[in-house]
């Protein structure tokens, strides 16, 4: 199986994907982050939430009847570092994932979802659990308080990360382009 970076495989329309990004994006910031949900997960997974961190994020309570009053997207603030905690803490739950991000979260921040997935995979391969941690701390307080193992795992997701992981390892030796093995270096790498 050869390595295809899903954001670059020919389905892969970025100029489609990212209206439905910013839509992930709007909905955290305008409804998910001020649940009570959003709010509890945050908390146990200590993170930060935009509202927390911004005077432009004002905090609002889900049981308010006024509307909060902050713009509906923010240039500042990405969806990977909740993406990457929620996976590495196995809070990356179809459900957890709707009420971060919306209805739509599947086609917004599903191949980033899927790429954190493989990142935890590799981080856990290549490194200690201890550096794995670090790697998953964020700044200001915010590290992670516990890390556990891939959540929900299933065979095809497994062929595609050692697939995606003997590229990695034919890369470091070099071994691509003009270099690479005739039979691909997925093959080459299989049992490492």
């Not at 856990?124 to 659990?129: C, F, P």
């Not at 193992?149 to 095809?156: A, N, R, S």
Request: glycine share 6%; net charge negative; with cysteine.
């Amino acid at each position: 199986m050869a390595f295809h970076h899903p954001f670059q495989e020919a389905q892969f329309d970025l100029f489609d994907w990212y209206p439905k990004y910013q839509s992930c994006l709007s909905f955290f910031l305008e409804r998910g982050q001020h649940t009570n949900a959003v709010q509890a997960v945050a908390a146990i997974v200590n993170i930060r939430l935009p509202f927390q961190q911004s005077p432009a994020f004002p905090r609002h309570s889900p049981n308010s009847s006024s509307t909060p009053s902050h713009p509906s997207t923010n240039s500042d603030v990405s969806l990977v570092p909740y993406v990457r905690r929620l996976v590495a803490t196995g809070f990356d739950t179809v459900a957890i994932l709707h009420g971060f991000f919306g209805d739509g979260w599947d086609v917004g921040i599903g191949l980033i979802h899927e790429n954190e997935r493989r990142n935890y995979l590799f981080a856990a391969k290549s490194e200690t659990w201890l550096r794995v941690k670090a790697s998953y701390d964020l700044e200001d307080g915010q590290s992670v308080p516990f890390l556990r193992p891939l959540q929900g795992v299933t065979e095809k997701e497994i062929q595609a990360a050692e697939a995606n992981w003997s590229e990695w390892l034919a890369m470091q030796d070099w071994m691509l382009g003009p270099r690479a093995p005739p039979d691909g270096p997925s093959q080459m790498h299989q049992n490492n």
